[in-house]
T-cell receptor, first 111, second 111 residues
Framework: QKEVEQDPGPLSVPEGAIVSLNCTYSNSAFQYFMWYRQYSRKGPELLMYTYSSGNKEDGRFTAQVDKSSKYISLFIRDSQPSDSATYLCAMSSGGYQKVTFGIGTKLQVIP | DAGITQSPRHKVTETGTPVTLRCHQTENHRYMYWYRQDPGHGLRLIHYSYGVKDTDKGEVSDGYSVSRSKTEDFLLTLESATSSQTSVYFC??????????FGPGTRLTVL
């Protein structure tokens, strides 16, 4: 079993929809959580990051962490065609321990 | 822009030849990482560095070596390239425990 599980998709939604992207993990030591957006043939771009549990909002994006369930989510409101990309979750334990990535979910927002 | 450049951006080489990829950062971050990204496997850590001349192996280090003689440069060497090392290689810097930034990537093809 992988430490981080993420549905690879693809996920297709109409423009304007609310998108929910999720990852589950098994390592209870994880406390730093990140979401990356990766456009085709580009490097991953850090989108959201959060420490421990709770919600964090930035514009149309909300990152949510539920440590009791070992479950993290990224919500995208009012999705746009420009949001079409692969979204990777990532997490690590304390300090500068290695970051473990999900496999990425491919999202397509249809105009 | 996290001030990370990678060179070359594209390379085609033949089996058995040595190849060196370069990662350069413009800021003085201590932690640097080399990943490879392959379909179905996601991002996998090859090697990382936690300071000048301080390096350690990641999960897929066989056939790769690294060097860091200056804070700003982290080199990845494929000692004798094989077709299984055809991949996209990303360098990353860790700024804080919950923020890691990636370079633009190097697309390597081994024939």
């Amino acid at each position: 079993q992988k430490e981080v599980e993420q549905d690879p998709g693809p996920l297709s939604v109409p423009e304007g929809a609310i998108v929910s992207l999720n990852c589950t993990y098994s390592n209870s030591a994880f406390q730093y959580f990140m979401w990356y957006r990766q456009y085709s043939r580009k490097g991953p771009e850090l989108l959201m990051y959060t420490y421990s549990s709770g919600n964090k909002e930035d514009g149309r994006f909300t990152a949510q962490v539920d440590k009791s369930s070992k479950y993290i989510s990224l919500f995208i409101r009012d999705s746009q065609p420009s949001d079409s990309a692969t979204y990777l979750c990532a997490m690590s334990s304390g300090g500068y321990q290695k970051v473990t990535f999900g496999i990425g979910t491919k999202l397509q927002v249809i105009p | 822009d996290a001030g990370i450049t990678q060179s070359p951006r594209h390379k085609v080489t033949e089996t058995g030849t040595p190849v060196t990829l370069r990662c350069h950062q413009t800021e003085n971050h201590r932690y640097m990482y080399w990943y490879r990204q392959d379909p179905g496997h996601g991002l996998r850590l090859i090697h990382y560095s936690y300071g000048v001349k301080d390096t350690d192996k990641g999960e897929v280090s066989d056939g790769y070596s690294v060097s860091r003689s200056k804070t700003e440069d982290f080199l990845l060497t494929l000692e004798s390239a094989t077709s299984s090392q055809t991949s996209v290689y990303f360098c990353a810097i860790r700024v804080t425990p919950d923020t890691q930034y990636f370079g633009p990537g190097t697309r390597l093809t081994v024939l």
